[in-house]
Nanobody, 123 residues
């Protein structure tokens, strides 16, 4: 089992930055590929970014150039740095862990999920 706890969400104005954190506990964190997803009201959960255990990353087109994912295996933590935030980035942001080789952007491939942290961007 892996337990994931997100933090760092909040209410910000358009153009601002936030850094989300996801603290993991349980099994060896470095064995997992990690992902960030988000879900806006009335919409499906969508992929934002992932980072493989070796450090390789992939960011969704909607976030490319503005968001960056990173991890600190010594601290069992994965981060999502969000810059130039837009009102359409408003959502609950979830951290997730998977053992799928090579990383993945499919919700159903992730085995463990955090409870989510709310990000609200005002115009």
């Amino acid at each position: 089992q892996v337990q994931l706890v997100e933090s760092g969400g909040g209410l910000v104005q358009a153009g601002a930055s936030l850094r989300l954190s996801c603290a993991a506990s349980g099994r060896t964190f470095s064995n997992y590929n990690m992902g960030w997803f988000r879900q806006a009201p009335g919409k499906e959960r969508e992929f934002v970014a992932n980072i493989r255990w070796g450090g390789g990353t992939y960011v969704a087109n909607s976030a490319k150039g503005r968001f960056a994912i990173s991890r600190d295996n010594a601290k069992n933590t994965v981060y999502l740095q969000m810059n130039s935030l837009k009102p359409e980035d408003t959502a609950i942001y979830y951290c997730a862990a998977t053992t799928t080789l090579g990383g993945t952007y499919y919700v159903h491939d992730y085995d463990y999920w955090g409870q989510g942290t709310q990000v609200t961007v005002s115009s």
